[in-house]
C-alpha cells in the first residue's frame, strides 16, 4: 500500500510560479510511474505530467500539451518524493493537484487546491 501527501498549492496571480512536491510511503518501486492529475471545477479529472524510470538513470517524462514548456516534473527516489515546478502560471491552471502512484488505477494524494488569479 502507498500513501501520498500532496504540498505547496496556494494562490498566486498570473504569471506567477509554484511548487508542488508530493511525499509518498509505504512500498514504493522505483520503477512506477508517477504523476500530477488536475481537476478543475465541473471537468474530468486530466493528466498533467508523468514520469517514470526507464533505466539506471534514465527518466521519460509525458505532459499535457497545456503545460509544455512551462511545467517540470521530477522526482527523487532516494527521497520518495515527486515535484512539479509550474510556471508562467494562467488562470486555466486553476484546480485541484493530484498525486499518483501507478497509474490511474494505484494510489492518489488528497489532492492539494492551486488557484491562479489576479
Known amino acids: 500500500q502507498v500513501q501520498l501527501e500532496e504540498s505547496g498549492g496556494g494562490l498566486v496571480q498570473p504569471g506567477g510560479s509554484l511548487r508542488l512536491s508530493c511525499a509518498a510511503s509505504?512500498?514504493?518501486?522505483?520503477?512506477?510511474?508517477m504523476g500530477w492529475y488536475r481537476q478543475a471545477p465541473g471537468k474530468q479529472r486530466e493528466l498533467v505530467a508523468n514520469?517514470?524510470?526507464?533505466?539506471?538513470?534514465?527518466?521519460?517524462?509525458n505532459y499535457v500539451d497545456s503545460v509544455k514548456g512551462r511545467f517540470t516534473i521530477s522526482r527523487d527516489n532516494a527521497n520518495r518524493s515527486l515535484y512539479l515546478q509550474m510556471n508562467s502560471l494562467k488562470p486555466e491552471d486553476t484546480a485541484i493537484y493530484y498525486c499518483n502512484y501507478g497509474g490511474p488505477t494505484g494510489s492518489w494524494g488528497q489532492g492539494t487546491q492551486v488557484t491562479v488569479s489576479s
Open positions: 514520469i517514470q524510470r526507464i533505466g539506471d538513470i534514465r527518466y521519460l517524462a
Open positions: 509505504g512500498s514504493i518501486g522505483s520503477r512506477y510511474v
